[in-house]
């Protein structure tokens, strides 16, 4: 599959997303179709607006044909990102604007932090790194907490009491209507910064934590799997996905693996500094060694496993979008992802009679409740339970 590489450029003193490939005619005719696209003789290439709803219009008209290459704009918008002053988040949301207590929403852009409140979330951003929790959970925090001291406007951090958090988090499930997830993580934030920075050891007794529906992973079948991987053409994006399922890797895990962690003497595969911060050893499969080495030949990589086409580390994002387009001819609903790949992979070692303590190591779980979970989807005892409404017709010999 061709590759288009999208790249922050600039068209008569303008920003723009420049768009780079071999010449093709098909693909030509496919970004043609996408709102504000032009041609640029000066850069030799067509550009779009810097909007992510072009990229997604762009996406939608390639999808099947071209593969997006986001490495070198990702990298090009974080480096935007730094250079920003301001640290309250620029995402327009509904959120609240009067106060803690009577709260009516509004539908703009979420106020500035006030001086004292924007000391008090770096502080909070300190002290998560002192302890050095990973990049995602400071975002995750920072942006939490940061929406939270938008909220209370000119108040003080300092000055909510838990009577006051209360009632906020109530508004945030009742009234902005956000899932147990979220008010989860705005919790663990808050807990964090009152309890963590501020010292206030029982300030969060009373208040009750929003209990997280029970979902079931999302499950492709061995058949479909197989299906879909083993038309893959092209060897690089072949391997991603191979070595996601036969391992049971997250995304992160896949894109940060270097060639030195393959272990072809003792067929296993090192994760260095994967989810909270662990190590742990998976097996190779001795299907997917041949295959590695003759990519490893081919591509030749020099510092990842998996690089993009100029030697960056390749992106979760283009791996996500990988397997979209890889499964897609499945018709699997839009709630199946990467993920899933490692969802089906514990799922089938349970069918298959593996013991469930072996599959907590192999993914990496700290509580075997986690792990459990895949138990709810197994088919290895469902298809011995007899119904029953079959039950009882057996024994009218029905």
Not at 263 to 289: C, E, F, N, Y
Not at 343 to 355: E, F, I, P, Q, V
Request: with cysteine.
């Amino acid at each position: 599959m061709e590759t288009i590489n999208l790249a922050i450029e600039h068209h008569k003193q303008s920003p723009c997303i420049a768009l780079h490939f071999k010449y093709n005619p098909t693909i030509n005719n496919c970004v043609r179709k996408v709102p504000g696209i032009r041609w640029s003789n000066t850069l030799k290439a067509w550009y779009m607006p810097c909007r992510h709803d072009a990229v997604q219009q762009l996406e939608k008209e390639t999808r099947g044909i071209a593969l997006l290459q986001t490495n070198i704009l990702h990298e090009q918008l974080s480096q935007i990102k730094l250079q920003q002053q301001n640290n309250y988040l620029q995402t327009a949301q509904q959120h609240v604007a009067n106060n803690i207590h009577g709260i009516k929403k509004e539908y703009a852009i979420l106020p500035q932090i006030t001086g004292e409140n924007r000391e008090a979330l770096q502080q909070l951003i300190d002290l998560l790194k002192l302890k050095a929790y990973s990049p995602n959970t400071i975002r995750t925090y920072k942006n939490e907490f940061g929406i939270f001291l938008q909220a209370i406007k000119s108040r003080t951090a300092q000055s909510i009491s838990p009577g006051e958090l209360k009632r906020y988090l109530l508004y945030c499930l009742d009234k902005l209507k956000l899932t147990e997830n979220t008010v989860n993580s705005r919790l663990n934030a808050l807990k964090f910064y009152y309890e963590q920075v501020l010292g206030r050891e029982k300030f969060f007794f009373e208040i009750p934590r929003p209990q997280k529906p029970l979902k079931l992973p999302k499950v492709i079948s061995e058949e479909k799997i197989l299906e879909a991987l083993f038309e893959i053409k092209n060897l690089k994006h072949k391997a991603i996905l191979l070595l996601a399922y036969s391992a049971g890797l997250r995304v992160s895990e896949v894109i940060n693996i270097k060639p030195t962690d393959i272990d072809s003497q003792r067929m296993q595969i090192r994760i260095l500094q994967a989810k909270g911060k662990k190590d742990r050893m998976v097996t190779l499969s001795t299907h997917l060694l041949p295959l590695l080495r003759e990519y490893y030949l081919k591509y030749k990589p020099t510092t990842w496993l998996f690089e993009g086409q100029y030697g960056a580390q390749y992106t979760a994002r283009s791996a996500q979008q990988l397997f979209r387009q890889t499964f897609k001819k499945l018709h699997l609903p839009a709630q199946f992802s990467f993920h899933s790949l490692r969802h089906s992979y514990a799922t089938h070692l349970l069918d298959n009679g593996t013991d469930i303590s072996y599959i907590q190591k192999l993914l990496g779980h700290n509580d075997i409740k986690t792990t459990l979970r895949y138990a709810n989807v197994s088919i290895k005892d469902v298809g011995k339970i007899e119904s029953p409404l079959d039950r009882a017709l057996r024994k009218r010999g029905i």
